[in-house]
């Protein structure tokens, strides 16, 4: 959807796009959230698609996310692969569990 981004005139198309491809389980959560946003009249006020996003992922992430991410990232280990992918996934949990400690950090990268 990205690559094809000026194919949508602005955010609200993006949106109701994104809205009208869900499907299986998510259906459920679109009809809510069209009831709650479109019917009530209140209409889509969702200032940037990182709103629609935000709310997208408290509804879908697991509730237990953090604390998984947390798990992963005492286990992580550079073992044989190259320093480049251990960074970048060291990186990705280290936002998951939003860890902001310097002292921390250094040390779950040791």
């Known amino acids: 959807m990205l690559a094809h981004n000026n194919n949508f005139p602005d955010k609200y198309t993006i949106i109701i796009f994104m809205l009208y491809h869900m499907d299986k389980n998510a259906l459920?959560?679109?009809?809510e959230f069209m009831i709650a946003y479109i019917v009530s009249?209140?209409?889509?006020?969702?200032r940037t698609m990182n709103?629609?996003?935000?709310?997208l992922d408290l509804?879908?992430?697991p509730f237990n996310m953090k604390r998984?991410?947390?798990?992963q990232l005492?286990?992580?280990k550079q073992l044989l692969r190259p320093i480049d992918k251990y960074i970048s996934e060291f990186r990705v949990f280290v936002i998951?569990?939003?860890?902001?400690?310097?002292?921390?950090?250094i040390y779950l990268f040791q």
């Not at 459920?28 to 009809?31: I, P």
């Not at 998984?68 to 798990?71: H, I, P, Q, R, S």
């Open 59 to 61: 509804a879908f992430q």
């Open 28 to 31: 459920v959560w679109r009809m």
């Open 74 to 76: 005492h286990a992580l």
């Open 51 to 55: 709103n629609f996003l935000a709310i």
């Open 96 to 105: 998951r569990v939003r860890l902001t400690d310097i002292s921390q950090l």
């Open 41 to 46: 009249g209140q209409g889509i006020h969702l």
């Open 68 to 71: 998984n991410a947390l798990w």
